[in-house]
């Protein structure tokens, strides 16, 4: 089976730099994204990696580790408008497009 | 078009009615995907096409969940007998080919079954 795990919520200040962490175990691996998902919205495409390192883009990067089933999406320089679910997929077959999603970690970003 | 387009936006159903939700891809784009997302959760896979074969349905929950492509490129989903449990968002979303594309997702289908 699949499993995805990230924290459900998380608060931030305005200014600041978060991290938001997710854990995956699957039966194979073939790249994790990043979206970002406003209340009522489509999620949008953040970020793609599927070697191990940091992706930067922006004020938005992230970091993936095979080895641990890892990664993480930084963001720096919150802005209230960074307020969202972030939601971690894995493809976890080669050849398969089909992504398996966490339960997305809801941000909320104050003044 | 410039994105995935799903209608209808907002569909209210009274349990056992039959509904229909239609998706148009990406042009071009060769992948489609279904998913159901229930309120604060992650989208959960439904199906899969590549083209008009559908390689994937692994994810419907019942037999009263169908899907189709018949001509590779607008797609319809189809909930039979909808049940109140039915009530999600469900998205639709496309890629260019295979595995290492963005999947780009339309907005969604509120189905809310009374």
């Known amino acids: 089976g699949q499993n995805i795990d990230q924290p459900t919520e998380m608060t931030a200040t305005e200014g600041a730099i978060v991290q938001i962490n997710c854990t995956y175990q699957?039966?194979?691996?073939?790249?994790l994204f990043w979206y970002q998902q406003h209340a009522g919205e489509a999620p949008t495409f953040l970020s793609y990696?599927?070697?191990?390192g940091l992706e930067e883009k922006g004020r938005f990067s992230s970091f993936l580790s095979r080895s641990k089933g890892y990664s993480y999406l930084l963001l720096k320089e919150l802005q209230m408008k960074d307020s969202a679910s972030y939601l971690c997929?894995?493809?976890?077959?080669?050849?398969?497009?089909?992504?398996?999603f966490g339960t997305g970690t809801r941000l909320t970003v104050i003044p | 078009g410039a994105g995935v387009s799903q209608s209808p936006r907002y569909k209210v159903a009274k349990r056992g009615q039959d509904v229909a939700l239609r998706c148009d891809p990406i042009?071009?784009?060769?992948?489609l995907f279904w998913y159901q997302q229930a309120l604060g959760q992650g989208p959960e896979f439904l199906t899969y096409?590549?083209?008009?074969?559908?390689?994937?349905k692994s994810g419907l929950p019942s037999d009263r969940f169908f899907a189709e492509r018949p001509e590779g490129s607008v797609s319809t989903l189809k909930i039979q007998r909808t049940q109140q449990e039915d009530s999600a968002v469900y998205l639709c979303?496309?890629?260019?080919?295979?595995?290492?594309?963005?999947?780009?997702f339309g907005e969604g289908s509120w189905l809310t079954v009374v």
């Open positions: 979303a496309s890629s260019l080919a295979f595995s290492g594309h963005t999947i780009y």
């Open positions: 699957t039966s194979g691996f073939n790249g």
């Open positions: 990696n599927v070697l191990d």
């Open positions: 997929a894995v493809i976890s077959q080669t050849g398969a497009n089909n992504l398996f």
């Open positions: 042009s071009g784009h060769v992948s």
């Open positions: 096409f590549q083209n008009e074969a559908q390689l994937d």
